[in-house]
């Protein structure tokens, strides 16, 4: 029994003068809207939050009575950053598990309600508290910006190879409307804003957003009932690593996509990630961590991912364009609402509704990568039309 | 039109009962690992194997080298009355160490570890050159 996407809806990112629950509803009625589809259709309901800068502390009961799900789960869950792709994976199991047919993974994060230093001391707990923050202050762009030292100690990895991902990120941005950066920016501009955590500057660093997704989910007897022309989950990899940092064995790249990725790969068959995808949405939430996914996908040999960007492979004609919506760094990063927006965007994309951000299509498959932590959590789906 | 909420504060109290050995160490300039006998090691040091036996604390002494290192200057809420701190990663033997510098460590450097409070009255780990 397949599973596929017949719905997405997403709402603008950004800060977002509206509840968490009012948010959620842009992004549930615009993908009930898409999939032809009413509540009363919907059987199970997962909402994604991480929830810890918000005041509804348990936001899935607020969400779903606002979006008329009451009685249909809900399902609440969280894997930091990739909590919405741990919501897809709930609602795709529970159809594959024959229990329902049709679900709705929802994905919603409030981040603008507090200030930036209660912001970082939440980002900052991403980890482990007791034996990390506790003692050194780590906050969430410091995780990466150790891994950044590492890299460039290592492979020689530049500041403004960093800087092109951002300007990658902001010029696709730009082209998409639901995204919270609307200018362009240059290399210059990068290296000149602000140091947040050495070797990280402000504009390496994904905004601080609120966002909301979603997807609806169905079987593929539903999908044959109905007529949906869906986007099909081909094949999905999952890992995760240890929540100290300091029990890792190295920091040039993230364990945990290796293996989400190599498990993903394997079951769907896929050789080379270059020759079987159109496209990649990858993990961008720090500019680092787009160049450790580009080699810990696959994409290239680890140590050369700052040639990568450098030499416009993940650009549009590239060997694989990655991140052609903006990306986290463009568009924005609401964790709970990323791994389902990447859902929203690779759908477009396959569907050929990308506008100016549209790919060339020859495969009709692409992947995302969603990641929680600094490698905490991870995610690999495959997606074919 | 915006509204506050009403505050909520927490503040937590961690009982550090099993890792004590850890804790006043730091107060008395030492650093506890522990092991275990089926050969693995943990730091963060912690009583319990994964194996299911009991671990024994060991101290780390001896150079580290430096793997990974940061310097915040966007800092968190708890942290105001730090000026821009500096996080390193160093190995020592099969473990490895977070701690604090005072001096401009880069990756590779061979450090050493001591103790000392922080500003905020807080013992912790600090390395210095060689």
Known sequence: MKVGIVGVGCSKFGQRDVTIQELAFEAVSEALKDANLSQEDVELSVVGCVGTRGYELMPAVVVNEYCGFAGKGPLRVEAACATGSAAIYSAYSSIKAGIVDIAIAIGVEK???????????????????????????????????????????????????????????????MKNSKAHFQKEIVVEDVLNSRIIAYPLKLYDCSPISDGASAAILASEKMITEH?????????????????????????????????AAEMAYKRAKIEDPLKSFDFATVHDCFTIAEIMAYEDLGFCRKGEGGKFIENGES?????????????????????????????????????????????????????????????????VFIFGR | MIIESRELRLKH??????????????????????????????????????CGNQTEW???????????????????????????????????????????????VFVGDEVSLYTAKDGSGIWKIWFRKG
């Open chain 2, 13 to 50: 109290r961690i009982p550090v009962v099993k890792t004590e050995k850890f804790w006043k160490g730091l107060e008395g300039g030492r650093v506890y690992k522990t092991i275990c006998k089926c050969g693995r090691s943990y730091y963060p040091p912690r009583a319990d194997c994964i």
């Open chain 1, 111 to 173: 981040m603008t309600e507090v200030d930036t230093a209660t912001s970082a001391a939440i980002g900052g707990r991403a980890g482990n508290y007791l034996w990390e923050h506790h003692f050194y202050g780590t906050t969430f762009p410091a995780y990466y910006a150790m891994h950044a030292t590492a890299h460039m100690a290592r492979f020689g990895t530049t500041e403004k190879q960093m800087a092109m991902v951002a300007v990658k990120a902001h010029r696709n941005a």
């Open chain 2, 58 to 104: 060991v101290e780390i002494t001896g150079k580290g080298v430096v793997e990974c290192f940061t310097v915040v200057y966007s800092m968190p809420s708890g942290y105001e009355w730090s000026k821009p701190y500096r996080i390193v990663v160093a190995r020592f033997g099969d473990v490895r160490v977070m701690g604090w510098s005072e001096e401009d």
């Open chain 1, 315 to 379: 650009d549009f004609g590239g060997k694989i364009p990655v991140n052609t919506f903006g990306g986290l760094k463009g568009k924005g990063h609401p964790l709970a609402a990323t791994g389902i927006a990447m859902v929203y965007e690779v759908t477009k994309q396959l569907r050929e509704e990308a506008g100016k951000l549209q790919v060339d299509l020859k495969h009709y498959k692409a992947l995302t990568h969603n990641v929680g932590g600094t490698g905490h959590f991870c995610w």
């Open chain 1, 227 to 259: 007529g949906w022309d869906p986007i099909w989950i081909e094949s999905i990899g999952f890992s995760s690593d240890t929540s100290n940092m300091t029990m890792r064995e190295d920091f040039v790249g993230l364990k945990a996509t290796k293996l």
